[in-house]
């Protein structure tokens, strides 16, 4: 049996609160009787029944959603506990009181103690054994609500890489067919930094997560069929501290970044620019930042900040991080500089 010992004193605790309340509540309706012997027969009884429910269900075949034994058990577990509770603990509670001579004041009717105290004690045996039934199911369903939170993410996280893989494969192979026929030579080398680049692409899809260093190589891949399309026009540095390499991100993160760099930054510039990334710390968070000398606030720059591929990326830093991790981006005079911090662990 795989007891969750935690769980059964947090129940007893529960229990013990609970029998306290009933021998208040029972006093309080019989101010005559003595208030100690209605404490240990409470007390006696009703842990006697949680320790015949609570601990003799997981001797039967229990209902995945509630832990409570299936069929008849279920409902003959609480009946045989609490007419069995009762006389355990009516035992117990009469051997307490007359070893501490709790006894006192006049004589009472037994008899109709006997019939109050077991009303009594079916009341709050049903009452008990409903609320930790009503417990353990509302456990099962927070349990199942998270697993389904959990695979609602995995699946947004999976949905958003597949529509950038072809946002970023189309631009390709656009720029691709264009330069085939002006420039052979220069359209090979851009078709073999594509294969090399949907290659480690596939191996990066098996996981959500890769080595930064995975990062930058797909970038410098990516970067490298940007420079034959626009020549000299595209600069670039990469900057990845060796203790960082082995770091994991989401995967392709940063590739929306600096596309976003080329499309609104460079491109619109006659003179074309240079694009810096790196990787940082600050405290506990990971920073990684792309800025470019582009156009800045001109021309294109004043959209780049709602593309598409931004707006991914803010998103799948929010399924993945929730609010610990965030997207800043802004331009000026002289490009736009985007930072993105998240969790190291």
Same mark, same amino acid.
């Given at each position: 049996?795989?007891?969750? #010992?935690?769980?059964?004193? &947090?129940?007893?605790? &529960?229990?013990?609160? !609970?029998?306290?309340?009933?021998?208040?509540?029972?006093?309080?309706?019989?101010? @005559?009787?003595?208030?100690?012997?209605?404490?240990?027969?409470?007390?006696?009884?009703?842990?006697?029944? #949680?320790?015949?429910?609570?601990?003799?269900?997981?001797?039967?075949?229990?209902?995945?959603? *509630?832990? #409570?034994?299936?069929?008849?058990?279920?409902?003959?577990?609480?009946?045989?506990?609490?007419?069995?509770?009762? !006389?355990?603990?009516?035992?117990?509670?009469?051997?307490?009181?007359?070893?501490?001579?709790?006894?006192?004041? +006049? +004589?009472?009717?037994?008899?109709?103690?006997?019939?109050?105290? !077991?009303?009594?004690?079916?009341?709050?045996?049903?009452?008990?054994?409903?609320?930790?039934?009503?417990? @353990?199911?509302?456990?099962?369903?927070?349990?199942?609500?998270?697993?389904?939170?959990?695979?609602?993410?995995?699946?947004?996280?999976?949905?958003?890489?597949? &529509?950038?893989?072809?946002?970023?494969?189309? @631009?390709?192979?656009? @720029?691709?067919?264009?330069?085939?026929?002006?420039?052979? &030579?220069?359209?090979?080398?851009?078709?073999?930094?594509?294969?090399?680049?949907?290659?480690?692409?596939?191996?990066?899809?098996?996981? *959500?997560?890769?080595?930064?260093?995975?990062? !930058?190589?797909?970038?410098?891949?990516?970067?490298e069929l940007m420079a034959i399309r626009m020549g000299p026009r595209l600069g670039y540095e990469m900057a990845l501290p060796k203790a960082l390499a082995q770091t994991r991100v989401p995967a392709l993160l940063l590739q929306p970044l600096v596309e976003n760099s080329i499309k609104h930054g460079l491109e619109?510039?006659?003179?074309?620019?240079?694009?810096?990334?790196?990787?940082?710390?600050?405290?506990?968070?990971?920073?990684?930042?792309?800025?470019?000398?582009?156009?800045?606030?001109?021309?294109?720059?004043?959209?780049?900040?709602?593309?598409?591929?931004?707006?991914?990326?803010?998103?799948?830093l929010a399924a993945l991080y929730g609010e610990r991790a965030s997207l800043e981006f802004r331009t000026d005079g002289d490009g736009a500089h985007a930072r993105i911090t998240l969790p190291l662990a």
């Amino acid at each position: 049996m795989n007891i969750n #010992w935690i769980n059964k004193l &947090q129940n007893l605790l &529960q229990t013990a609160a !609970f029998c306290l309340a009933v021998a208040t509540i029972q006093f309080a309706f019989m101010p @005559n009787s003595a208030y100690m012997p209605s404490v240990m027969y409470s007390l006696a009884i009703g842990l006697s029944i #949680w320790a015949m429910i609570d601990l003799g269900r997981h001797l039967f075949p229990s209902a995945i959603e *509630t832990g #409570w034994p299936q069929g008849m058990t279920g409902l003959l577990l609480p009946v045989a506990a609490i007419v069995a509770g009762f !006389f355990t603990g009516s035992y117990l509670g009469d051997l307490i009181c007359r070893t501490f001579s709790l006894y006192t004041g +006049p +004589p009472v009717d037994r008899a109709a103690e006997f019939r109050i105290s !077991f009303l009594i004690t079916l009341i709050a045996g049903v009452v008990g054994s409903y609320y930790f039934y009503s417990i @353990n199911k509302s456990h099962y369903l927070q349990r199942k609500m998270g697993e389904a939170r959990k695979h609602a993410d995995e699946a947004r996280l999976k949905l958003l890489e597949t &529509q950038l893989e072809p946002h970023m494969l189309f @631009n390709t192979l656009a @720029n691709l067919r264009a330069l085939i026929g002006v420039d052979p &030579q220069r359209a090979q080398e851009m078709l073999d930094h594509m294969i090399a680049y949907l290659r480690a692409t596939l191996d990066a899809s098996r996981a *959500t997560t890769h080595p930064l260093q995975a990062e !930058f190589d797909r970038l410098r891949d990516y970067l490298e069929l940007m420079a034959i399309r626009m020549g000299p026009r595209l600069g670039y540095e990469m900057a990845l501290p060796k203790a960082l390499a082995q770091t994991r991100v989401p995967a392709l993160l940063l590739q929306p970044l600096v596309e976003n760099s080329i499309k609104h930054g460079l491109e619109p510039k006659v003179g074309g620019g240079q694009i810096m990334i790196c990787a940082c710390t600050s405290g506990d968070l990971l920073v990684l930042e792309v800025a470019d000398t582009g156009a800045g606030e001109g021309q294109g720059a004043s959209t780049a900040g709602a593309g598409f591929g931004l707006t991914q990326v803010r998103e799948r830093l929010a399924a993945l991080y929730g609010e610990r991790a965030s997207l800043e981006f802004r331009t000026d005079g002289d490009g736009a500089h985007a930072r993105i911090t998240l969790p190291l662990a």
